[in-house]
């Protein structure tokens, strides 16, 4: 079945690095664009960014804009997400999802991965 | 501040009928597909409906979505307690400060 599965979060000083990944089962991984999408404690959903099926096109949260970078290895089915100088309210859960692409614009996201904590505290 | 506006909670007894509501903009709902999630509590968002009124298989029919205009609504008939839960809409926004957003959500308590 399709399933995607994160990891690589943990807990970081404010102004440290982190990698997320997320490793992909089930379906053709190269042909489908990817999201990751956090969720603050007690907060609600937040996009922080988009890749297209083959990488060439990468869109981003203002928030994360210029600290985060999203990639693939499509010869690996992962997805990841690098995040730098780390701030504590980028502390929160993350999930990469697969992105439905139709008609012209993305247009839902499934399924999703259970989530990794990423938790930014001196 | 989230750019598509949901109700914080909504509620209703089980068996009855309750709506919400996502309002958003011509750069979002206003020309886009809208889809719904459903996040039970300590579980992953999970897609509930897409392309506006659509729903994946395993889904059941108690659950409905509209959209008109800049606006979007889910539906949910024959409540249960196993509904309650925080309701999510997102939809792709062709402004330059995010290319997906989400509401605020809603939380539905079945009483």
């Known amino acids: 079945q399709v399933q995607l599965v994160e990891s690589g979060g943990g807990v970081v000083q404010p102004g440290r690095s982190l990698r997320l990944s997320c490793t992909a089962s089930g379906f053709t991984f190269r042909t489908y664009a990817m999201h990751w999408v956090r969720q603050a404690p007690g907060k609600g959903l937040e996009w922080v960014a988009l890749i297209s099926y083959d990488g060439s096109n990468t869109y981003y949260a203002d928030s994360v804009k210029g600290r985060f970078t999203i990639s693939r290895d499509n010869s690996k089915n992962t997805l990841y997400l690098q995040m730098n100088s780390l701030r504590p309210d980028d502390t929160a859960v993350y999930y990469c999802?697969?992105?439905?692409?139709?008609?012209?614009?993305?247009?839902?996201?499934?399924?999703w991965g259970q989530g990794t904590l990423v938790t930014v505290s001196s | 501040q989230s750019v598509l506006t949901q109700p914080p909670s909504v509620s209703a007894a089980p068996g009855q009928k309750v709506t919400i509501s996502c309002s958003g903009n011509t750069s979002n709902i206003g020309n886009n597909y809208v889809s719904w999630y459903q996040q039970l509590p300590g579980t992953a968002p999970k897609l509930l409906i897409y392309?506006?009124?659509r729903r994946p298989s395993g889904i059941p029919d108690r659950f409905s979505g509209s959209k008109s205009g800049t606006s979007a609504t889910l539906g949910i008939t024959g409540l249960q307690t196993g509904d309650e839960a925080e309701y999510y809409c997102g939809t792709c926004d062709s402004s330059l400060s995010a290319y997906w957003v989400f509401g605020g959500g809603t939380k539905l308590s079945v009483l």
């Open positions: 392309d506006n009124n």
């Open positions: 999802a697969r992105g439905i692409y139709g008609s012209g614009s993305y247009k839902h996201l499934d399924p």
